[in-house]
């Protein structure tokens, strides 16, 4: 009984981690991606987010997204407010699910490239419907002005924060699990 609580300490030690490195990367690394659509900014706190997924399971990584969702929401995220919060929760929660999903079924570099790919794929989809409710009805912003800018904007900033949050999970993940592994988290 004693193992599993010291295993459990160490997960929970490592999840705060997590959390803490991505609120720091969120907030140190911000850069817009589109020239056209400046506001849209990229962060790389969804990084360790995706890694504590891979890491520990699709619970954990909603867990450890909900702290960094909400710190966000109330530093530099605040302007947009509760829609911000839930549209990042929205978007990053369905990454993780599919991705950590996926890489639970197939636990090999092979799931953690398809996981990434397929959540990669379904947060910008989700993006679509997310910004012409949440943007149009609680932001104010006509719902023209938001389907103008799917195609220019919207849509390519989405998929390069994915890709990006992708590829930089990817070359993490692998060194970190087995460094984790040696450390028995």
Known sequence: MEKKSQMNIRRLTVSAMLAA??????????????????????????????????????????????????????????ASGWVGFVMHFAASGLFLIAAGLIYKKIPSVKGVVLGLVCGSVVMVAAMIPLNLIFTVYFLGTPRQAVTDMLIPAIIPFNALKAIINSVGSFILYIPLKKALKSIKV
């Open 21 to 78: 490195l991505a609120i720091v990367m969120m907030m140190v690394v911000r850069f817009p991606l589109i020239p056209a659509a400046p506001f849209l900014e990229y962060d790389m706190g969804d990084v360790p987010v995706l890694i504590g997924t891979f890491m520990f399971g699709v619970p954990s990584g909603l867990l450890i997204l909900l702290v960094v969702s909400l710190i966000q929401a109330l530093t530099v995220s605040a």
